[in-house]
């Protein structure tokens, strides 16, 4: 019968056999467990022939899943792939291999890619950009003042302006600590680092999604180290704290 006969097609095919299929006269390309003549096909695929040359006669799982990054090939192209299929990869011992390097089960092989994924996707606090939106609501195009107080002393006072729902000409009016106003600080001053790297957080802000301030949890991301200061002595808490104390009073003036 005709089940008899493709029965009888599928043969065991060791990676050895595989390798000796690696040219555009005869390419080979183990997938998932099966192996696949795809030399008829190779002139018909989207793309250069080199990005599918270079596989012949190896074993591909990782290039079938990864079109690019993270990108794996249609269902439709897996009933063409089906269509090539001359038998199943196997070890020297005859014992069927899922892929080159682990020897797999499916069910295993597809489990664990989707718990790193979901793993890898998870945002940071500072990422997560569904809550940062619920945080802030939308708020209004316009010019915005707002201030961090801390033990009556005026920490931060900052201006921005909203377009669109991106920052511009974000500034400190005002920027100081125990007394110490950074703004008026000599360039030889212990602390004028800090105030190099509070700069370089309205530089960072420019031209962002308001959302983005929520970054400045983890100033580290923002700003690198200056003079031996690093992310960890900015309070970007402050500055974030003094930013949605300027969106709820609400525009200063309009643009
Ligand atoms: C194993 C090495 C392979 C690599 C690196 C590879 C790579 C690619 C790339 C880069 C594209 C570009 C278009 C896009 O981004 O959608 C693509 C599309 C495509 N490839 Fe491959 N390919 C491989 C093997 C195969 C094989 C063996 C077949 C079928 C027998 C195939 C069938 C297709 C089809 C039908 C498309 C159109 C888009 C889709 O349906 O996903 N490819 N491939």
Request: charged content about 30%; overall charge negative.
């Amino acid at each position: 019968s005709d089940e008899a006969d493709s029965a009888g097609d599928e043969r065991d095919i060791t990676l050895d056999e595989l390798a000796e299929h690696a040219s555009a006269e005869s390419c080979w390309k183990a997938i998932h467990g099966g192996v696949y003549d795809i030399t008829d096909y190779v002139p018909d695929h989207p793309t250069e022939e080199e990005v599918i040359l270079e596989w012949c006669g190896r074993e591909s799982s990782e290039a079938w899943d990864n079109k690019s990054p993270g990108r794996p090939h249609s269902p439709a192209a897996e009933r063409q792939l089906e269509n090539y299929r001359i038998g199943r990869l196997v070890d020297d011992q005859g014992e069927p291999l899922e892929s080159a390097d682990t020897g797999e089960l499916p069910s295993e092989e597809q489990d664990q890619p989707m718990e790193q994924e979901a793993a890898a996707a998870a945002p940071s606090p500072a990422e997560d950009q569904r809550l940062h939106r619920a945080m802030l609501g939308q708020p209004l195009d316009g010019h915005y003042r707002g201030v961090f107080t801390d033990r009556g002393e005026i920490q931060v006072n900052i201006t921005f302006d909203l377009r669109d729902g991106h920052l511009s000409d974000v500034n400190f009016r005002h920027l100081a600590y125990r007394g110490v106003d950074y703004l008026t600080l000599e360039e030889d001053a212990d602390l004028y680092p800090v105030m190099v790297q509070h700069r370089r957080i309205t530089e960072w802000l420019e031209g962002e999604p308001l959302t983005s301030i929520f970054a400045l949890y983890e100033p580290e991301r923002v700003v690198d180290e200056v003079d031996g200061f690093s992310g960890a002595t900015l309070r970007g808490a402050k500055v974030i704290s003094a930013m949605r104390d300027g969106l709820n009073r609400g525009v200063y003036s309009w643009p």
